[in-house]
């Protein structure tokens, strides 16, 4: 008989038995059981500024956003109060966090030293949206918060967390946006990063992870 070695545990067949698990049938159902590890992380990327002539003040601008998360997905459907109902929660990222408890969003800005300069005229906002029952209806929770301070320094990497709304015992959707925004045109200063006429390639590199 040959002997087959593998990689890793070959797992069971699929079963969803843990998320739907009602014995008693109530509503709303029991805690799920065997779910798995509440983690979110994102692929490295870098950010793509624009030049944005018809804004005010504004140069060039990029933009950030995490998925909307499902921070209380054991609920299931139950608190969908929009037109398309269940399909609401599926549109949103599962973080299974017992209870949603004390999880937190980490995002980190590295490259800040690739080339220099490239926090000269910068201007960095942050804004949390947020609803308690429907994922289709996301709003502002919070008005836009400067967090250029993170960035004023000498360091390569630059990280920023947020605890969500709820204070370790959070609310169910939630998101953060975090916008960049060069005030000054530094396009004929001769930086390799800024060539005139084009927007900005500052080469940073944005990672983020929710746990």
Known sequence: MAIIKTPGRIPNKWTDAGYVNDP?????????TGMP?????????????ALTPGVPNVVARASWSCPIFDLRPNF????NTGSSGQRNAAAATPIWINRGAAGKLWVQIQGLN???NTRAGLRVNAQESANIMDASDMQPVTDEEDITTEFIGTQNSVIVSYLPTGAGYPLRYWSVRIQFDYLIDL?????????PGNAPRPQWVISAAFY
């Open 114 to 116: 690739t080339f220099g």
């Open 37 to 49: 590890e509440g983690l979110w992380m994102q692929t490295r990327f870098a950010p793509t500024f």
């Open 76 to 79: 299931r459907g139950l608190l």
């Open 187 to 195: 396009s004929a200063l001769g930086y390799a990063w800024w060539t």
């Open 24 to 32: 008693m049938g109530t509503s709303p159902f029991p805690y799920p």
